[in-house]
């Protein structure tokens, strides 16, 4: 069974709607492509009390991976370490290594823009971690990720800058997620069916996931039921990418015929990486 993990996704203009929340969506996808499974995303605003109460209660599901977005900036609302280190009851405290991070990226900005180095309070707050973290390189922007250990789930605060984010996940957090993940593979394939409305392939479906238990496919209508174009995607894990492989093409010829029996057609998409 893949190691779960939960996403917090930290920020007002996620609540408002002003900003769509993409970094979830490739947490999600990255994560299942290493071989985890995200069991809960959450978004909350920048008020430590939300933040808090989040990671207490995904803290309690016992997420072997917990990793949160947003909130790890200079300004008053970036409240993200406030609010981890409040559910875990620890205090923050200036982080040396995190410090130097910040400093040296500071004194590189001087040096390409002519601006000052100085380490002002706002700019010594990025490195005020929880007690016990570590910070992340961050090779794009200057906030530091953070990655600590508490009981059996590894914390990590992600900026929330989809640049940043990824870019810190790639080089530091990725590697941490294989290993736990281990040698599971996971595979899978889109088609796009026409011709049958989503009404009449749901049994379908259902029949060929009896057939093919370890295969899951989800149904996406792309328009109104009448226009009747639907993407299904197949997906599966396993320790030997052979057999993730060949369970996902049995399901998928499988379906692919009860639906051409029906009048559907079927066009293969490209995944997307």
């Known amino acids: 069974m893949a190691q779960p993990i939960e996403i917090i996704c930290v920020g007002n203009e996620l609540l408002i709607g002003k900003t769509l929340n993409t970094n979830a969506q490739w947490l999600a996808k990255r994560a299942k492509t290493l071989g985890l499974n995200t069991r809960r995303i959450t978004i909350v605003g ?13 803290i309690q599901r016992n997420p072997r991976f917990l990793i949160t977005t947003g909130g790890l900036g200079p300004t008053f609302d970036d409240k993200t370490l406030e609010g981890i280190a409040k559910a875990l009851e620890c205090k923050l405290e200036i982080n040396e290594e995190a410090l130097k991070m910040v400093k040296e990226k500071y004194r590189k900005y001087a040096e390409e823009h002519k601006m000052k180095s100085e380490l002002t309070p706002p700019r010594v707050k990025m490195a005020k971690l929880p007690e016990g973290a570590k910070p992340l390189f961050n090779p794009i922007g200057t906030a ?10 590894t914390i990590v605060a992600l900026p929330g800058v989809p640049s940043e984010m990824k ?35 749901v049994p379908l479906i259902d029949q060929v996931m009896h057939n093919n238990p370890y ?23 396993d320790k030997n ?3 993730a492989r060949k369970r996902v093409s049995k399901a998928f010829v499988q379906l692919s ?17």
């Open 46 to 58: 920048d008020n430590v009390d939300e933040i808090s109460s989040a990671v207490r209660e995904a």
């Open 144 to 153: 530091p990720g953070v990655i600590m250990e508490h009981e059996d789930a």
């Open 167 to 201: 870019a810190i996940f790639d080089e530091s957090v990725a590697s941490l997620l294989k290993h736990v993940a281990g040698d599971v593979t996971f595979f899978e394939t889109n088609i796009e069916v026409t011709g049958v409305i989503e009404s009449e392939i």
């Open 215 to 237: 295969v899951y496919i989800k149904s996406h209508p792309k328009g109104a039921e009448r226009i009747s174009r639907i993407e299904l995607h197949f997906s599966t894990t």
């Open 241 to 243: 990418s052979g057999v």
């Open 257 to 273: 015929e009860l639906i051409q029996k029906k009048g559907g057609k079927i066009r293969p998409i490209k995944t997307e990486n």
